[in-house]
């Protein structure tokens, strides 16, 4: 690779914009940030604030944390910005969401009042499921997005914020595909003015961000930036974007076990995955427009990772079924249930059972961190358009043209690593530890 990197320092303060701030995963970020900040809590999970790195040769024994490698964004820096189309303050949607302890909201109780989410960018087609009625009447939805790009003005210049970067947290929207509108920039801008009944809400938001500078990654397996258009934008904009869907619970352990079979050419000949789940989220997705949106999503993964086509025997023949169901009782303390049918030597099969009692936005508040740190050093260090070091975050991971994503934690997580050794400057690491015995 030619292109060298120069990373900027973090001035200043760092601006997160989060379509969705009253949601379950926004305000289990926002509260532990907060709580940081305060010194009554910690962010366990977290790449960026935790992980370690190698650098040079095992004998050298040199692994910083990241946070020392690089110049990353301190969590003091961080000011919070949103909109949601339910007008509850951070504090009471926090209580709402019943993902923390009221004791533990308690003590960042000022601190989540003073964040008020602004109307949304929303119409009911896109989620039919949500009734919250804070949402911003406009006559187009150009016009929408420019009143978008002035409260995101307005905000950076009140708050003195030097950098900006927008993770949707907003629910999941109902499954599009690309169309002609989505295609170049003029088309999506025409669209706006026409209000295209093809551009959702999140589109619209993302549309906003790369006007403003500001990157964007969408925690949501709905398109949003991911249409040529927007990707065009990015570009056009020196901004970096990536998505899609966080990768928490159920799919991350898939992602574990799924390429440990692989690599040791076990067969497959089904993978059964069921879920239940209680949240705004699992209400959202009990429409199973909605839910269709998940379901790609969420069944994309084994193909990449099995790669039938070259393993036909292994892979060529197998099931693969995902089911969520809406489970008020359990809220948002999720449990996933797989059932993986495996083969071995000779053919005789053989079975794993996963049962994942885990907490949703436990998970995904860690990523949501990462992405905002990342993103922000992506930003400084002139990396523009997809971010695809950032698939270790995701379900459905943004690739280039001519690519196909990659799937796997393992070597997703070793892609991350090396990029961040590129922009340290550092050499990347192969693995292969040869040098030790022939050098
Ligand atoms: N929690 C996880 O582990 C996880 C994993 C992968 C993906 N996700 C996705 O992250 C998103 C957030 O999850 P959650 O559990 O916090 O859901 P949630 O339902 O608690 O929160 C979503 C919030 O978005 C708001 N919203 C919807 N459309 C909006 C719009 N157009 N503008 C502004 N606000 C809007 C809703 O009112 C709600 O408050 C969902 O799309 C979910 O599918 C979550």
Redesign the pocket.
């Known amino acids: 690779m030619k292109k060298k990197f120069k990373v900027s320092k973090p001035k200043g303060k760092l601006g997160v914009l989060i379509?969705?701030?009253?949601?379950?995963?926004?305000?289990?970020f926002i509260a532990g940030i907060l709580a940081k900040k305060k010194g009554v809590g910690e962010l366990f999970g977290s790449l960026s604030q935790m992980g370690s790195i190698r650098i040079g040769k095992r004998t050298e024994n040199k692994t910083p944390l990241i946070k020392d490698l690089l110049p990353l964004a301190e969590i003091e820096d961080i000011e919070f910005f949103?909109?949601?189309?339910?007008n509850d303050n951070c504090y009471n949607?926090c209580l709402k969401?019943g993902v923390l302890t009221k004791d533990q909201i308690e003590l960042i109780k000022d601190e989540l009042e003073e964040i008020q989410?602004q109307k949304?960018?929303?119409?009911k087609k896109?989620?039919a499921n949500?009734k919250?009625k804070?949402?911003k009447r406009e006559k187009n939805l150009f016009k929408l997005a420019n009143e978008l790009i002035d409260e995101i003005n307005l905000f950076k210049e009140k708050n003195n914020i030097k950098r900006l970067v927008m993770v949707?947290?907003?629910?999941?929207?109902i499954f599009l595909k690309i169309k002609k509108v989505h295609k170049t920039i003029s088309s999506f801008e025409k669209g706006l003015k026409n209000n295209d009944p093809d551009i959702?809400?999140?589109m619209?938001?993302a549309y906003a961000a790369l006007k403003c500078g500001s990157a964007y990654a969408n925690?949501?397996?709905?398109l949003s930036v991911d249409i040529p258009a927007l990707i065009n934008l990015s570009i056009k904009n020196k901004v970096p974007i990536c998505g899609k869907?966080?990768?928490?619970?159920q799919?991350l352990m898939k992602t574990i076990l799924a390429p440990g079979i692989k690599s040791r050419l076990l067969g497959l000949n089904g993978w059964f995955s069921t879920n239940i789940l209680g949240?705004?989220?699992?209400?959202?997705?009990d429409n199973p427009k909605n839910f269709k949106t998940?379901e790609e999503?969420k069944l994309s993964v084994l193909d990449h990772i099995f790669q039938p086509d070259l393993y036909p025997d292994l892979y060529g023949d197998f099931y693969h079924k995902v089911r969520i169901n809406y489970y008020p009782p359990r809220g948002?303390e999720?449990e996933a249930w797989d059932n993986i049918d495996i083969f071995g030597w000779l053919g005789y099969p053989m079975q794993i059972k996963v049962n994942f009692l885990?907490r949703?936005?436990i998970?995904?508040a860690p990523?949501v961190l990462d992405l905002v740190i990342f993103m922000d050093l992506a930003q400084r260090s002139g990396m523009v358009g997809i971010q695809e070091w950032m698939s270790f975050y995701f379900?459905s991971p943004m690739y280039g043209d001519n690519l196909y994503p990659e799937h796997d934690l393992f070597i997703q997580s070793m892609k991350l690593k090396n990029t961040l050794r590129i922009l340290a400057g550092e050499k990347t690491i192969d693995h292969s530890g040869l040098d030790y015995y022939y050098d």
């Open positions: 379509p969705g701030i009253s949601g379950a995963v926004s305000t289990t949103g909109w949601d189309v339910y949607a969401s989410p949304a960018v929303f119409d896109f989620a949500l919250g804070n949402i949707w947290c907003g629910s999941t929207e959702s809400p999140s619209i938001y925690g949501a397996p709905n869907d966080f990768k928490t619970g799919t949240n705004r989220d699992g209400e959202v997705l998940k999503s948002d999720k885990c949703d936005s998970l995904a990523i379900k």
